[in-house]
Protein backbone atom coordinates (compact mmCIF):
# COMPACT_ATOMS: atom_id res chain seq x y z
CA UNK A 1 0.00 0.00 0.00
CA UNK A 2 0.78 3.67 -0.48
CA UNK A 3 3.36 4.44 2.82
CA UNK A 4 3.57 8.52 3.69
CA UNK A 5 4.10 11.09 1.32
CA UNK A 6 5.70 14.45 1.12
CA UNK A 7 5.78 17.24 -1.23
CA UNK A 8 7.91 18.82 -2.49
CA UNK A 9 10.80 16.36 -2.21
CA UNK A 10 13.30 19.79 -2.54
CA UNK A 11 12.54 23.29 -1.70
CA UNK A 12 14.65 26.13 -2.05
CA UNK A 13 13.70 29.33 -0.37
CA UNK A 14 15.27 33.14 0.48
CA UNK A 15 15.22 33.98 3.26
CA UNK A 16 12.24 36.09 4.81
CA UNK A 17 9.92 33.68 2.64
CA UNK A 18 7.17 32.10 3.47
CA UNK A 19 6.85 28.39 2.97
CA UNK A 20 4.51 25.38 3.34
CA UNK A 21 5.53 21.61 3.66
CA UNK A 22 2.64 18.82 2.68
CA UNK A 23 2.55 15.57 4.25
CA UNK A 24 -0.08 13.03 3.07
CA UNK A 25 -0.45 9.97 5.79
CA UNK A 26 -0.80 6.38 5.60
CA UNK A 27 -4.90 6.15 4.73
CA UNK A 28 -6.75 5.90 8.03
CA UNK A 29 -3.99 6.78 10.10
CA UNK A 30 -5.25 9.49 12.91
CA UNK A 31 -1.93 10.24 14.52
CA UNK A 32 0.22 12.71 12.17
CA UNK A 33 3.92 13.94 13.58
CA UNK A 34 6.47 16.66 12.41
CA UNK A 35 9.58 16.57 12.94
CA UNK A 36 13.71 18.16 11.45
CA UNK A 37 16.71 16.86 11.49
CA UNK A 38 19.62 19.01 10.89
CA UNK A 39 22.58 17.30 8.96
CA UNK A 40 24.24 14.85 11.81
CA UNK A 41 21.33 14.60 14.10
CA UNK A 42 18.20 12.32 15.14
CA UNK A 43 14.90 14.11 13.84
CA UNK A 44 13.60 16.68 16.56
CA UNK A 45 10.02 16.67 17.18
CA UNK A 46 8.01 19.72 16.15
CA UNK A 47 4.38 19.34 16.65
CA UNK A 48 1.69 15.72 16.89
CA UNK A 49 -2.09 15.53 15.30
CA UNK A 50 -4.42 13.06 17.14
CA UNK A 51 -7.51 13.78 14.30
CA UNK A 52 -7.56 17.49 13.17
CA UNK A 53 -6.13 18.58 16.47
CA UNK A 54 -3.05 19.82 17.70
CA UNK A 55 -2.24 17.22 20.89
CA UNK A 56 0.94 18.41 21.60
CA UNK A 57 3.04 21.39 19.80
CA UNK A 58 5.68 21.74 22.81
CA UNK A 59 8.03 21.03 19.70
CA UNK A 60 7.59 24.27 17.47
CA UNK A 61 10.94 26.44 18.03
CA UNK A 62 8.83 29.60 17.57
CA UNK A 63 5.59 31.50 16.23
CA UNK A 64 6.72 31.43 12.84
CA UNK A 65 6.03 27.40 12.99
CA UNK A 66 2.38 26.76 12.63
CA UNK A 67 0.74 23.41 11.16
CA UNK A 68 -2.71 22.45 10.42
CA UNK A 69 -4.62 19.57 9.43
CA UNK A 70 -8.21 20.68 9.12
CA UNK A 71 -9.44 17.17 7.52
CA UNK A 72 -7.82 15.19 9.78
CA UNK A 73 -5.95 13.29 6.95
CA UNK A 74 -3.51 15.79 4.90
CA UNK A 75 -1.45 18.24 6.95
CA UNK A 76 0.96 21.11 6.00
CA UNK A 77 3.56 22.77 8.04
CA UNK A 78 3.92 26.38 7.50
CA UNK A 79 6.99 28.58 8.28
CA UNK A 80 7.29 32.18 8.24
CA UNK A 81 10.12 34.80 7.61
CA UNK A 82 12.37 32.02 6.75
CA UNK A 83 15.65 32.14 8.34
CA UNK A 84 18.84 30.30 6.98
CA UNK A 85 19.23 28.25 10.95
CA UNK A 86 15.75 26.67 9.19
CA UNK A 87 17.20 24.83 6.57
CA UNK A 88 16.79 21.18 7.47
CA UNK A 89 15.39 18.31 6.33
CA UNK A 90 11.06 17.91 7.32
CA UNK A 91 10.11 14.83 8.00
CA UNK A 92 6.47 13.26 8.46
CA UNK A 93 5.45 10.29 10.16
CA UNK A 94 1.87 8.61 10.90
CA UNK A 95 0.37 5.76 12.79
CA UNK A 96 -2.60 3.92 13.71
CA UNK A 97 -3.33 6.10 16.68
CA UNK A 98 -5.36 3.53 18.46
CA UNK A 99 -4.00 2.12 21.71
CA UNK A 100 -6.02 -0.81 22.68
CA UNK A 101 -3.09 -2.48 24.42
CA UNK A 102 -0.51 -1.63 21.52
CA UNK A 103 2.51 -1.32 23.12
CA UNK A 104 4.28 0.10 19.84
CA UNK A 105 2.38 2.45 18.07
CA UNK A 106 4.54 2.31 15.11
CA UNK A 107 5.46 5.04 13.10
CA UNK A 108 5.41 4.93 9.80
CA UNK A 109 7.74 7.73 8.24
CA UNK A 110 8.03 9.43 4.65
CA UNK A 111 10.58 10.47 2.66
CA UNK A 112 11.20 13.83 3.99
CA UNK A 113 11.38 17.88 2.49
CA UNK A 114 14.67 19.05 2.11
CA UNK A 115 14.13 22.98 2.86
CA UNK A 116 17.35 25.13 2.23
CA UNK A 117 17.24 28.62 3.11
CA UNK A 118 19.30 30.86 0.92
CA UNK B 1 11.59 9.54 28.42
CA UNK B 2 14.77 8.24 29.91
CA UNK B 3 17.81 8.96 27.47
CA UNK B 4 19.49 6.27 26.05
CA UNK B 5 23.25 6.01 25.34
CA UNK B 6 24.77 4.48 22.10
CA UNK B 7 27.97 3.90 20.62
CA UNK B 8 28.36 7.00 17.59
CA UNK B 9 29.41 4.70 15.45
CA UNK B 10 30.18 0.81 14.04
CA UNK B 11 31.50 -0.88 11.52
CA UNK B 12 30.91 -4.43 10.45
CA UNK B 13 31.49 -6.80 7.41
CA UNK B 14 28.87 -8.29 5.34
CA UNK B 15 27.42 -11.48 6.32
CA UNK B 16 28.77 -11.39 10.13
CA UNK B 17 26.69 -10.70 12.66
CA UNK B 18 26.40 -6.97 14.42
CA UNK B 19 25.59 -6.37 17.80
CA UNK B 20 24.43 -2.76 18.32
CA UNK B 21 24.78 -1.61 22.23
CA UNK B 22 22.32 0.74 23.67
CA UNK B 23 22.28 1.52 27.64
CA UNK B 24 19.62 3.23 29.55
CA UNK B 25 20.35 3.23 33.16
CA UNK B 26 17.34 5.28 34.46
CA UNK B 27 14.53 3.02 32.46
CA UNK B 28 11.02 2.76 34.43
CA UNK B 29 9.38 0.03 34.33
CA UNK B 30 6.50 1.58 31.94
CA UNK B 31 9.51 2.34 29.55
CA UNK B 32 9.37 -0.21 25.85
CA UNK B 33 12.66 -0.02 24.20
CA UNK B 34 11.91 0.59 20.59
CA UNK B 35 14.42 0.69 17.98
CA UNK B 36 14.09 2.37 14.34
CA UNK B 37 16.96 2.65 11.95
CA UNK B 38 17.69 5.80 8.99
CA UNK B 39 18.67 4.30 5.35
CA UNK B 40 20.75 7.21 3.81
CA UNK B 41 18.56 9.77 2.37
CA UNK B 42 15.15 8.15 3.79
CA UNK B 43 13.19 8.65 6.74
CA UNK B 44 13.30 6.36 9.41
CA UNK B 45 11.75 2.65 10.01
CA UNK B 46 10.76 0.98 12.80
CA UNK B 47 12.70 -2.37 13.57
CA UNK B 48 11.79 -4.32 16.69
CA UNK B 49 10.80 -3.22 20.21
CA UNK B 50 10.82 -4.98 23.74
CA UNK B 51 9.65 -4.45 27.13
CA UNK B 52 11.48 -7.17 29.09
CA UNK B 53 11.74 -10.39 27.50
CA UNK B 54 14.18 -11.01 24.07
CA UNK B 55 12.56 -10.29 21.11
CA UNK B 56 12.97 -12.04 17.15
CA UNK B 57 11.53 -10.50 13.87
CA UNK B 58 12.04 -10.69 10.34
CA UNK B 59 14.27 -7.83 10.43
CA UNK B 60 16.33 -7.95 13.90
CA UNK B 61 16.61 -9.48 17.53
CA UNK B 62 16.64 -7.32 20.53
CA UNK B 63 18.48 -8.59 23.53
CA UNK B 64 17.25 -7.02 26.93
CA UNK B 65 19.13 -7.07 30.11
CA UNK B 66 18.11 -8.87 33.10
CA UNK B 67 17.97 -5.27 34.67
CA UNK B 68 16.55 -3.89 31.45
CA UNK B 69 19.15 -1.07 31.79
CA UNK B 70 21.05 -1.88 28.67
CA UNK B 71 20.26 -3.55 25.70
CA UNK B 72 21.31 -4.77 21.98
CA UNK B 73 20.04 -4.87 18.31
CA UNK B 74 21.44 -8.38 16.70
CA UNK B 75 21.26 -8.15 12.78
CA UNK B 76 22.55 -12.19 12.40
CA UNK B 77 23.70 -11.67 9.25
CA UNK B 78 25.15 -7.89 7.91
CA UNK B 79 24.33 -7.01 4.29
CA UNK B 80 24.89 -4.03 2.95
CA UNK B 81 21.51 -2.63 2.77
CA UNK B 82 21.88 -2.54 6.23
CA UNK B 83 24.41 0.33 6.58
CA UNK B 84 21.96 2.85 8.13
CA UNK B 85 21.79 4.83 11.38
CA UNK B 86 20.65 2.85 14.30
CA UNK B 87 18.77 4.68 16.71
CA UNK B 88 17.22 3.19 20.42
CA UNK B 89 14.46 4.72 21.83
CA UNK B 90 12.55 4.27 25.51
CA UNK B 91 8.92 4.88 24.89
CA UNK B 92 5.92 5.00 27.77
CA UNK B 93 3.86 2.13 27.23
CA UNK B 94 1.07 3.18 24.88
CA UNK B 95 2.04 6.22 24.17
CA UNK B 96 0.81 7.88 20.89
CA UNK B 97 3.21 10.79 21.33
CA UNK B 98 6.18 11.50 19.44
CA UNK B 99 9.90 9.51 19.44
CA UNK B 100 12.65 10.99 20.99
CA UNK B 101 15.74 10.13 18.93
CA UNK B 102 19.52 10.98 20.17
CA UNK B 103 22.17 10.59 17.67
CA UNK B 104 22.19 7.06 16.76
CA UNK B 105 24.83 4.34 15.71
CA UNK B 106 25.84 4.62 12.33
CA UNK B 107 26.61 1.39 10.69
CA UNK B 108 28.97 0.71 8.16
CA UNK B 109 28.92 -2.75 6.48
CA UNK B 110 32.24 -3.43 4.83
CA UNK B 111 32.23 -5.80 1.05
Known amino acids: GAGVSQTPSNKVTEKGKYVELRCDPISGHTALYWYRQSLGQGPEFLIYFQGTGAADDSGLPNDRFFAVRPEGSVSTLKIQRTERGDSAVYLCASSDGTSGGLSYNEQFFGPGTRLTVL | DAKTTQPNSMESNEEEPVHLPCNHS???????IHWYRQLPSQGPEYVIHGLTSNVNNRMASLAIAEDRKSSTLILHRATLRDAAVYYCILRYGGSQGNLIFGKGTKLSVKP
Open chain 2, 26 to 32: TISGTDY
